[in-house]
């Protein structure tokens, strides 16, 4: 089966095509217009999508040398997500599927996270724990099968890269902030300040997590130092801030896997791009004999192979969306 997946939740425009096990064409074009901002700018990115989904998606039938008749099916991404930014891929996708006579998929965004290592082979075979960390998402999943998923804990305020852009923007770095915040970092000392982990309230949710608080000492941090004293600190606080961060990621997942029996953890998001975090997570899983898989970037970070291979698993078993799909901004996991 050739499949065009199409990812348009956020700011990226992005579209793949898979045939079987094999990725034959990638393409996401990044909207560089957020970075004057700071943040995405809803409306900004769906006029974004509008403008380049087309070109996209026709560059990435060039690069798989098919012509939109050669195409089986279409997958599209219908939520979580930004409602302006999701009805530019849910409608395109709608038309091309009714003209072209094709099935059509409505894929969960956070569900192509999931199937985001398994893109190439060799991905982790359920059970195993899952942490999504990405810009609008922390999510902790106990994958029991493909399709069945038990979210152990959330983020209960921002989210593991909304913490990092937030932190960029308090040391006056670039957007989005992960990257920068990371190459900052690696000339830092990440013991240098002691940042609180969260204390949380008891909501139930054991293994919550929360960023908002090691955020915000961050900037009281840095507030109280004078204009060059903050200079000279940047890549210290910049590393501290991580390491409190990832130290809160893993100590979340350690207690989860003793609960859960798991040969596997899986990293995924735009935030499983910072080799700080994969290295933290290796002697914990080699301590453990867990396997640990992550993405390689171009994975990591919002794409449509992720949206393909999760919409695979459903058409092989049947799932198809009616032409009246509708995007669901707030669509959940489980
Ligand atoms: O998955 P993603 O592309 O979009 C969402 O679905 O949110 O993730 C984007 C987030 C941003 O917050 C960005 O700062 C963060 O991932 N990020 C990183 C790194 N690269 C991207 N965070 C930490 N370290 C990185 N190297
Ligand atoms: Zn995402």
């Given at each position: 089966m050739r499949l065009l997946a199409i990812e348009t939740s956020c700011d990226e425009t992005a579209a793949a095509v898979m045939h079987g096990p094999q990725l034959l064409a990638n393409t996401i074009a990044t909207q560089e217009i957020h970075q004057l901002y700071g943040g995405v700018v809803p409306e900004l990115a769906s006029r974004a999508h509008v403008q380049r989904l087309v070109p996209v998606v026709q560059h990435t039938l060039a690069q798989a040398r098919?012509?939109?008749?050669?195409?089986d099916a279409i997958a599209v991404t219908?939520?979580?997500?930004?409602i302006g930014s999701l009805l530019v891929g849910v409608s395109f996708a709608k038309a091309l599927a009714l003209q072209l006579g094709v099935p059509l998929l409505g894929v969960n965004h956070m569900e192509g996270h999931l199937f985001s290592t398994n893109i190439k082979p060799a991905g982790p075979e359920p059970p195993f724990l899952s942490l999504i960390v990405s810009g609008g998402h922390t999510i902790l999943t106990?994958?029991?099968?493909?399709g069945q998923y038990e979210i152990l804990g959330q983020t209960q305020d921002d989210a593991a890269g909304e913490a990092f852009d937030k932190v960029a923007k308090i040391l006056g770095l670039g957007y989005p902030g992960g990257p920068v915040v990371e190459k900052l970092a690696a000339s830092g000392?990440?013991?240098a300040i002691q940042f609180p982990q969260a204390r949380l309230?008891?909501?139930?949710?054991?293994?919550a997590f929360s960023f908002s608080g090691l955020k915000t000492a961050v900037l009281y941090y840095a507030r109280k130092l004078p204009a060059a004293e903050l200079e000279k600190q940047k890549a210290d606080i910049a590393a501290s801030f991580q390491l409190a961060l990832i130290n809160a990621l893993v100590e979340r997942v350690a207690l989860a896997q003793t609960q859960f029996p798991v040969r596997a953890v899986a990293l995924a998001g735009g935030?499983?791009?910072n080799k700080t975090l994969r290295q933290a997570f290796a002697p914990f899983c080699a301590g453990r004999d867990l396997q640990l898989h992550f993405p390689e970037p171009i994975f990591c970070t919002d794409n449509a192979a992720m949206i393909a291979r999760a919409a695979q698993f459903h058409l092989a078993n049947g799932k198809r969306s009616l032409l009246t799909l509708a995007p669901d901004p707030g669509l959940a996991l489980a």
């Open positions: 098919l012509a939109p008749a050669d195409l219908y939520g979580p997500g930004l106990y994958v029991r099968d493909w000392n990440p013991a309230k008891n909501t139930g949710a054991r293994l935030v499983a791009c």
